[in-house]
């Protein structure tokens, strides 16, 4: 989704703004701008649709653009098309003054209506141009002002930055519901929407909140509340690698993720084990709030709410309380039951989806103790949550979630393990067993990966299918959900996941001659099920692609045309070692189709608006 960079200080800004918005193109764009002040010409502006690169040729073209401070925005279209035109940043009619703007202004018909009738004219079909006109409209010499009072006149989400002719030493931030940090360096400040755009000149990070205005130039740094009251707040060191952004020989990025899997788990997995016990961080789940607890809420979206789906099976189980799923944007607009005894599970990797956090807000305001898995360390689901379990994947840049995915399933074994403990409904003999293995997962993990040879040819011989139907039962229908999503994601196919035992209720009419149908059949205990319906599937012309364990092996081979097989290991761990040929086949399937892996179309990484 949309990026934004800015930057103030000594050296040219718009080498500096192209570099953050080609880290920050991961997030999915359409279209790129930069805008500089040049100390001679004023304010200069480059944009355009498509690649970064582009941007960057035209820029190359005009012989650069020169200045010291400057914004640079990626545009991920909402209102209006990917076009040059409605690319950021948007300028006042005047010239005067620039803005880059992620978000949505859901008031902005009434604002255009209003300065269309005093004469202003638009050039875009943006939401965002009125900010840039209404604040030309206000502007009464003082910038910060004036952004104050647009601030109070428009409705929705924004992270925003702002530049204005005249004050070239600064820029004005701003954010509400859509994330923005500012980034700290000698003799220079940034903003952005993520830190990924800033690594690479600063780890002194601060995040704003809710309603906060930042006033930045080259040494000093202002932050105050909408009412410009000044704000003190902390710093943040961001201490993961730069290398932990780049593909490290890999061709894409999500390659690269899906084989770091078995060191992200352990990262995960590691420091919360000790002594033969789950220690979760410190938070504290006594067992007199466990018994109470009346039910689990799990609240996400995409991936995340597909770790959900796996939740469910496996903290009913062992847990023995009620745990609803639900999909963040649904829950936001039901009447859910949520009293004080609920506790609300939010996953989230990137810890900003827009929905999911206004869900984390609704479950707070009825009540609910919120605990948070998150990816993005003070993202502000994490910051917003009671508790926050972090995944220690790293950086995840490819749009397709891959590693944070398995460390989130990875997080929810460990809350599974803590919990069933202390509420005394786990044999302390299964506690053990499962959690010796999940120590030795990543041992396991790299079994699965050593398989990428034999997937990438079942890719080929399947990658010409035009629709594919995954089916599994409990754990397996969990993780074939997200097989299919991981392939409709990135190769565009057309495909399905579906509880085995639902076909026949109309699905299978869709079963002909030749239909790839993917069957997950690695949970021991419905395995025999689960069979039954591949061989209906298979008498009725499917091809079937079978995934079981080693053990089960011989059996699948039986029916299904190919097998791929995984480690046996507790039930409970299977969607971590499962997941793993489903994600190197969407991914070699993508690649045989020339498909963009890493930005695929109209997918966005991180989703800040409705
Ligand atoms: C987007 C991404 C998905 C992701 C979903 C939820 O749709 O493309 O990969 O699963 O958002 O994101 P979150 O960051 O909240 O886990």
């Known amino acids: 989704m949309c990026g934004i960079v800015g930057f103030v200080g000594r050296e040219e800004a718009a080498p500096i703004l192209l570099d953050g918005l080609r880290r920050l193109e991961y997030r999915g764009y359409d279209s790129a701008g930069i805008a500089v002040f040049d100390p001679k010409d004023g304010l200069q502006m480059v944009k355009t649709k498509g690649r970064i690169q582009v941007l960057a040729d035209h820029i190359a073209e005009r012989g650069g653009l020169k200045g010291t401070i400057g914004l640079g925005h990626t545009r991920w279209a909402t209102h209006g098309v990917p076009s040059d035109v409605n690319a950021h940043p948007h300028m006042s009619e005047n010239g005067r003054i620039a803005v880059v703007h992620n978000g949505i202004i859901e008031n902005y018909v009434e604002i255009k209506e209003f300065l269309q009738s005093q004469g202003v004219h638009f050039t875009s079909e943006t939401d965002t141009e009125v900010v840039a006109q209404l604040l030309e409209y206000y502007y009464d010499g003082n910038i910060l002002d004036t952004v104050t009072k647009v601030l109070h006149q428009i409705r929705g989400s924004y992270g925003l930055g702002v530049l204005c002719a005249d004050c070239p030493d600064r820029l004005i931030a701003a954010r509400k519901d859509s994330p923005l940090i500012l980034g700290f360096g000698k003799g220079f400040h940034m903003i952005a929407s993520d830190v990924t755009a800033v690594i690479k000149y600063t780890r002194d990070v601060c995040y704003l909140d809710d309603g906060e205005i930042a006033e930045i130039t080259a040494d000093q740094c202002w932050i105050y509340d909408s009412y410009l009251r000044p704000v003190e707040k902390e710093h943040h060191h961001v201490d993961w690698e730069i290398s932990a952004a780049e593909k490290g020989g890999y061709e894409h990025f999500m390659l690269k993720e899906i084989m770091e899997q078995p060191k992200a788990i352990h990262a995960t997995i590691s420091p919360r084990i000790r002594d033969g016990q789950v220690v979760l961080d410190g938070l504290d789940y006594s067992e007199e709030y466990l018994w109470a607890m009346d039910k689990i809420y799990i609240i996400a979206c995409g991936s995340s709410y597909h770790v959900g789906m796996a939740a469910k099976y496996v903290l009913e189980k062992y847990l023995r309380k009620p745990v609803e799923v639900a999909l963040a944007s649904e829950f936001r607009y039901s009447e859910p039951i949520v009293t004080d005894r609920t ?268």
């Open 343 to 610: 506790l609300a599970l939010v996953i989230s990797q990137s810890g900003e989806t827009i929905d999911t956090l206004a869900a984390l807000r609704e479950a707070k305001r009825l009540g609910a103790r919120i605990l948070s898995i998150v990816n993005v360390m003070g993202s502000t689901i994490a910051r917003e949550s009671d508790d926050v379990l972090y995944t220690w994947a790293g950086p995840e840049i490819a749009v397709a979630t891959t590693k944070a995915y398995s460390t989130q399933l990875a997080v929810v074994d460990l809350i599974c393990l803590s919990f069933a403990r202390k509420l005394g409904t786990i044999s302390a003999e299964e506690h053990d067993t499962i959690l010796a293995q999940l120590q030795s997962l990543p041992e396991k993990l790299e079994e699965v990966l050593e398989q990428r040879e034999q997937i990438q040819y079942l890719a080929s011989i399947y990658f010409n299918h035009s629709s594919v139907f995954f089916i599994g039962r409990n754990l397996d229908y969990a993780v074939g959900m997200e097989g299919s999503l991981k392939l409709k994601e990135i190769s565009y196919l057309h495909s399905e996941a579906y509880a085995a035992g639902e076909l026949k209720h109309g699905t299978i009419s869709l079963i002909e001659q030749g239909t790839l149908v993917i069957a997950l059949a690695s949970y021991r205990p419905l395995f025999e099920k689960t069979m039954s319906n591949v061989v209906e599937v298979k008498s009725r012309g499917a091809k079937v692609l079978g995934l079981t364990t080693e053990p089960l092996r011989g059996e699948m081979e039986k029916v299904a045309d190919q097998t791929i097989t995984v480690p046996e290991v507790h039930p409970m761990l299977l969607p971590s070692l499962d997941v793993v040929p489903m994600q190197l086949f969407a991914y070699y399937v993508a690649l045989m189709h020339g498909c963009d892996i890493d930005k695929p179309r109209n997918l966005a990484k991180s989703v800040t608006v409705e």
